[in-house]
């Protein structure tokens, strides 16, 4: 995620001093601003949507509803500060170090908090349609403890390596480009996304087998609302693994054409990361309440 907020990557920054004239403004910065303002009109009101029709969740379980309202906060954290940073995108980076820091570290923590929340939920639908067990050990306060404890221990690094830059005459907020600081930032979000895209598909093939098995679930709107959060977090989230991986390797080999395609291709393929965000909670609220009610009928 540490290319999610910028524009131009490691090779193409300057030391060299300089502002951008009176008026200019990033050309570059577009597209990504482009699609993370899409992200924050879309996101955010859907988002406190979410929150407002808690009381739709009635049917669900006390930790599901805890986890949904978890996953509900934690996008409307991260959707929060997208005005600064479409603003930084167009106009460069015009804020102070510590607002860099802090705000680089509300987005590392709420989308790793968001994507932990949703690899819980995955793990306890799993478990409550192919075990039968209704949820998890810990409580649901106890589940939102631990996992903004994680969230706030993998997004840490983001309060030490993030700094401003010159990038061709345009202040940026992110990480230095030196290997030694890049490979293990590229190597820890790689690790934790690939591990939660493999329990959420996972989870969620095997709960397509039992509904399809049970005459009880056996459901084609059921099928279909799984199959979209399927799809849905596989497809925004596997472009910007996948072009990590690149990243990765061409650190390893010193491929000079793959650093090239990681840093060109990871801004737009981070950014889809926000748009997964914003409408993850609307999936897993639908899908639930239909679910749910589902089951009321039958």
Known sequence: ???????VGPSNISSSPGNPSPGSWDSSGL????LLSFCFLLGLPGNISVILLKSKWQHMSSLSQTLMLNLAM???????TLPLWIYALLFGWTFSLAACKTLSYLVYCSIYSSLLTVTTLSVQRYLQVVYLQRSLNLTGQRWQLVLWLAALILA??????????????????RPP???????????????????????????YIC??????????FNRPQTSRLISSI????????????????????????SNSNLLTFWMKS???????????????PLLYAFASCTMCQKNVQE
Do not use: H
């Not at 399927?230 to 080999?253: C, D, E, K």
């Open 156 to 173: 840490s690094p983001a309060l030490v390596v993030d700094e401003l830059i010159t990038d061709q005459q345009w202040p940026r907020c």
């Open 31 to 34: 597209a990504p601003a482009v």
């Open 266 to 280: 990871s801004d737009v393929f981070g950014a889809l990361i926000f748009l997964n965000t914003c409408v993850n």
């Open 74 to 80: 934690a996008d409307i954290l991260c959707l929060l």
């Open 230 to 253: 399927i799809v849905t977090f596989v497809v925004l989230w596997m472009p910007y693994l996948m072009v990590n991986v690149l990243g990765v390797l061409g650190f390893t080999l």
């Open 207 to 216: 709960i397509q087998r039992k509904v399809s098995q049970g005459a009880l």
């Open 177 to 203: 480009s030196s290997e030694a600081q890049m490979l293990p930032l590229l190597l820890t979000e790689t690790c934790i996304g690939s591990v939660s895209l493999f329990i959420v598909v996972f989870s």
């Open 1 to 7: 995620m540490e290319q999610i907020t910028s524009t």
